[in-house]
Each structure stands twice: as structure tokens, then as C-alpha cells.
């Protein structure tokens, strides 16, 4: 839709057999709009990548939406394709394979005369102000309508400007209590026009609250509309509760002519102050080349600060901007360097504070302070100037740092306080152990881990180094010659030996490009040696990959006491 204009949006869903019990359906997506360049076609599809960015920068997107149709579609047996004209128009076309279980037809579906059973949250109307003056500054009409008819019952006298200039007609000789202002605009975008309506000569509405209408809910956007000037921010796409929540926070009392005393009414129109989340006694954060699969870190709400990776067309944040699969595109080849940057003493400070505004204590596992920039200096300074904040070297990375993140994690769940938290993290960080087996080796001489001489003789007789962290730093564990699949399952039982030690409550398989048939079979050969309660596969952080390069897997665990 935000790229189309004029003219249409048209889906179509399809059924094309593909044998007696297997058919394809094709949902297809067509639309009349700006097209894509054939020059642009083939990075369509890459996550973070946003083409022709001349003719839609002012269009809200990340770069990941197509990204995530193909791995999904990808990932259920299906393929996703594109035609498309540049000007006029482009088609998307998802295949899915699926079963037939029966072939006679289920029903008929009459789309347009069914009502939704499940309507969600119903709206109440909260106040009527028939005396405010309120604009909405947005370039699709279609938004405009919506609010329109969102603030209806308020009764509020709404006027409406589909850019920055018609707003700044508008805004001269007619004061409104309260503007809602589109941020991404053509020719002047929202900040912009907010400059300008509170610096405009004779302006009729410099004192006006004014309140950002965005689709990105991130921390980032939310600290640039506090510091641009904004009054608020609404999230689209918005609903009525939303806007008459901030109308009611931010129009004078005395236009507002009744209101609803409603228990409900009251706590909305507060929650701009207070989220309503009840602090947590401990909260534990990690750096980002920590490597925790996210249900994990949503199970136990670990916070995590990403490292920056360094590269000649930028700096990317670990795993935000940029996650391992894209760096090592980015420098295959080994035409292009990347590096690591360490975070800064002022980035630490805020990021604790956000998180002490919800704990009231914070537990960091930082990476091993024994390896180069690994950002443990400044989480260490920051503590300085912030209290309550308490720093654990886990003189691990990789998931070693993950493992100790968990039973931190559950020990605070489990009502122990914080001495014996960081007590019992001490003790254990020596009983991590953390392996991996290096595929190829041309990473680790751009990173200077070993000399180009030395990597010439392992490539030529095929022998694959396994990298230990012992006493907080790498350090060469052995070597395993012959095929990948031998050197796999020699390094498997390396990793696992003297399994009747090991706590099998979690394992992690850490890895840099592998296939799933690949990683199939590590998991098949790990069973061989100990069955753990929970086994969690996850891509090796940026920050890990560009060390070791892809093929590189790790198996990191915990010893008994």
C-alpha cells in the first residue's frame, strides 16, 4: 500500500496441483505503484536492504519485511518471486506446498457479509470537546479518514492537511490546541514542519502541542521525538482509545466539556507517566556477542547492549543493523575488512539507566575482560556513576556468557538475593566449557589470530583448529585433519568427553552459516554422548563470525560441581 499511489492493491490466492495428495497454493500480490529497478531485483530480498532509496526515503521501513516473507516461505517448502516494471507496477508471488488430506471442498465463505466474532478490546468514548481545534498533518488520505472518524464522537472540530506546507497555511491564522503530525512526509517531513509551526511569523499555533504519528515503536525513535520537541507519540496504526488518551492528557481542562470518570478512562490517561509494569528486583543484561536465542532472552527478559561492527561502508550495531549472515556477505572474498568497536563509557551509562527505570538491580555478564575490546572497561566505569549496577567477567563468550545470563536468571526467579546471585556466578564461570571447531582459517589471520604462513600448512593438509576458552582467553585446543564429517564427529567427542560430568540441563550449538542438514547431524552425533533437557541451536553474533568465519560451530556447556 505505502508504495502504490494510484490505482490498485489486488490479491489473489490460487490452488495448482502438484500430485494426488499434494497441491501449491500461490497467493499473489499485485500492485500498480513505483516498481522496481531489474538492477535492484536480486537485493530485494536481503534483510536491511531498502532499494532506490532516492524515490522512498520518505517512506517508514526497515528492510526486513521481504526478508522475513522469503525465510518463511523458504522455511514451510515454498519460494517467493517477483515481476515488476519500474513506474508501473510490480507482482509477488508466494508458493506453499501443501498436503490434501481431503479433496472434496469444505464450503463457501462469504468474506464481505461475515462479522467479526472476536472484535478485541471494545472502544468507549472517554469526553467530548466540541471547543478544540485539532489538526492531522498526514500524506495518506487514508489516514486521514481513519482518524477522522476515530475522533468523531469527541466531537472535536478536526481539520486535516495532507502535507507540511498545507499545514503551515493552516497553522497561520487558526490556533489548534493539539496537532498529530506525521513524521515520514514528502518535501518536508514531520520535524520539519514542526520546527517551522513553532518558529512561524505571526503564526496563529506556535504554542500548539504537538504529537508524532510513527510507525517505529524502537527506544531510538522514542529518544529522537523527545529530543526534536515533540509533546508525544502515537504508534500506528492508532485506535480511538489511543488518540483520546493524549487529547485528554494535552488539551486545556477547560475545553474539554465532559469527561468519563472511569476507572479504566483514569489509568489510560496516566499511562504516559507510569507503563504500569511493576519493577523486578534483578534484571540481567549481556553484551551482544553473548549469542542467546531470543525466546530465551524473552523468557527471562534479558536486556542486551550491542557491540558496533566496524566496516568501510559504516558502523552496524551486532545483531540490529546487521547480523552475522549480512557481515560475512558483506566481507566474502576478503575484499573488505570489518572490526570490532568497543562500547563507550556514555553508551553503558544510558543504557543502564533505562534499565534500572524498571530494576532495581542490574546484573551485567560482560565478555572475558581478557580479550581485546570486548567493552567490559566502560559497563565497569559506568557502574561509577550509576548504583546498583553490578558487573560479572564471565571471562567466557560466545554462549558461555549466555549459560551464566540463565542461571542468574533463575536463581533470581528462584527468590535468592543478590549477594548469592553474584556469589554463585563467580563459582561457576570456572565450569564453563566452551569449544569450537574453525572450518577455514582466513578469518582468523585477518583478525591476527594466527599468521598466513601457519594457515597455508592447516588449509593444505586439511587440518581444522578447535578453539578453548581457558582462563579467559582462546587458546588452541587441538586439531582435527580429514573431511568436515570426520572432523565433526571428532570434535563432537572431544567437546562431550567425560559426559558423566556434564550438567545436561542446556546446551548450545553455536554456529556461522551452517545448513540444517548440517546442523542435523551435529545434533545427531551430540545424542550419541548425553541427552540434555534443553538444546538450543543459534547463529554465532557478528562479532564471533568475523573472528572464525563461516563452517565454524561451538558446543558450550556446564560441568558438574
Not at 514542526?194 to 496563529?204: F, N
Not at 564461570?429 to 569450537?436: K, N, V
Not at 563432537?492 to 550438567?503: C, F, Q
Amino acid at each position: 500500500m505505502k508504495y502504490t499511489d494510484k490505482g490498485s492493491v489486488s490479491l489473489s490466492v490460487q490452488c495448482e496441483s502438484l500430485s494426488e495428495k499434494e497441491v501449491s497454493v500461490i497467493f499473489s500480490v499485485e500492485d500498480t505503484g513505483m516498481g522496481i529497478k531489474k538492477e535492484n531485483i536480486p537485493y530485494l530480498f536481503n534483510a536491511f536492504k531498502r532499494v532506490d532509496e532516492d524515490r522512498n526515503r520518505h517512506i517508514e521501513g526497515t528492510g526486513l519485511g521481504l526478508s522475513i516473507v522469503k525465510e518463511f516461505a523458504e522455511l514451510m517448502g515454498g519460494k517467493v518471486t517477483v515481476n515488476s516494471i519500474y513506474t508501473r507496477g510490480s507482482t509477488f508471488i508466494v508458493e506453499i506446498p501443501q498436503t490434501v488430506t481431503d479433496a472434496n471442498p469444505i464450503d463457501r465463505t462469504d468474506m464481505y457479509g461475515k462479522k467479526d466474532d472476536n472484535p478485541g478490546r471494545s472502544y468507549h468514548q472517554s469526553f467530548e470537546a466540541p471547543d478544540a481545534r485539532i489538526l492531522v498533518v498526514d500524506d495518506t488520505a487514508a489516514n486521514l479518514l481513519v482518524i477522522k472518524k476515530l475522533l468523531r464522537d469527541t466531537k472535536v472540530q478536526l481539520d486535516t492537511a495532507s502535507m507540511g506546507a498545507e499545514a503551515l497555511e493552516k497553522t497561520l491564522n487558526t490556533h489548534y490546541h493539539v496537532i498529530f503530525m506525521d513524521h515520514l512526509m514528502p518535501e518536508m517531513d514531520g520535524i520539519e514542519c514542526m520546527k517551522r509551526i513553532r518558529s512561524q511569523t505571526g503564526g496563529s499555533s506556535r504554542d500548539a502541542k504537538i504529537v508524532a504519528l510513527t510507525a517505529n515503536a524502537d527506544q531510538k525513535s522514542r529518544q529522537l521525538y523527545e529530543k526534536e520537541g515533540f509533546d508525544a507519540y502515537v504508534l500506528k496504526p492508532v485506535t480511538g482509545n489511543t488518540l483520546e488518551t493524549e487529547l485528554r492528557r494535552l488539551l486545556p481542562k477547560e475545553v474539554i466539556a465532559f469527561e468519563v470518570k472511569d476507572e479504566n478512562v483514569l489509568e489510560e490517561s496516566v499511562s504516559w507517566i507510569d507503563s504500569g509494569t511493576k519493577k523486578t528486583n534483578i534484571r540481567v543484561t549481556m553484551s551482544s556477542v553473548s549469542e542467546i536465542p531470543r525466546d530465551l532472552a524473552d523468557r527471562y527478559n534479558i536486556a542486551t547492549v550491542p557491540l558496533r561492527v566496524k566496516t568501510e561502508g559504516g558502523c552496524f550495531r551486532d545483531g540490529i543493523d546487521m547480523d552475522s549472515d549480512a557481515i560475512l556477505s558483506y566481507i566474502a572474498g576478503r575484499k573488505k575488512k570489518a572490526a570490532l568497536l568497543p562500547i563507550s563509557t556514555p553508551e553503558f551509562e544510558r543504557f543502564f539507566s533505562e534499565i534500572l527505570k524498571t530494576s532495581n538491580n542490574v546484573i551485567h555478564i560482560s565478555a572475558s575482560g581478557k580479550i581485546y575490546d570486548t567493552s567490559i572497561h566502560g559497563a565497569l566505569e559506568a557502574t561509577e556513576k550509576l548504583n546498583n549496577v553490578y558487573v560479572v567477567d564471565s571471562e567466557q563468550i560466545s554462549a558461555g556468557q549466555g549459560i551464566m545470563a540463565v542461571e542468574a536468571c533463575r536463581m533470581a526467579e528462584e527468590g535468592k538475593r543478590l549477594d548469592e546471585i553474584l556469589e554463585r556466578l563467580q563459582q561457576i564461570r570456572g565450569r564453563i566449557r566452551t569449544s569450537f571447531l574453525v572450518e577455514n582459517v582466513d578469518n582468523m589471520v585477518d583478525s591476527h589470530q594466527i599468521n598466513n604462513s601457519l594457515a597455508k600448512m592447516l588449509k593444505a593438509f586439511l587440518i581444522r583448529p578447535i578453539l578453548v576458552m581457558k582462563n579467559g582467553k582462546i587458546r588452541m585446543g587441538g586439531l582435527r585433519l580429514g573431511s568436515w564429517d570426520h572432523a565433526r564427529r571428532s570434535f563432537v567427542s572431544y567437546a562431550l568427553r567425560n559426559s558423566r560430568y556434564i550438567d545436561k540441563r542446556i546446551l548450545f550449538i553455536s554456529h556461522v552459516g551452517l545448513t540444517k542438514n548440517e546442523l542435523d547431524k551435529i545434533r545427531s552425533e551430540v545424542e550419541k554422548y548425553a541427552h540434555f533437557d534443553e538444546v538450543y541451536v543459534t547463529k554465532a553474533s557478528p562479532a564471533i563470525a568475523i573472528n572464525v568465519g563461516v563452517g565454524t560451530f561451538g558446543l558450550i556447556c556446564m560441568m558438574k560441581e
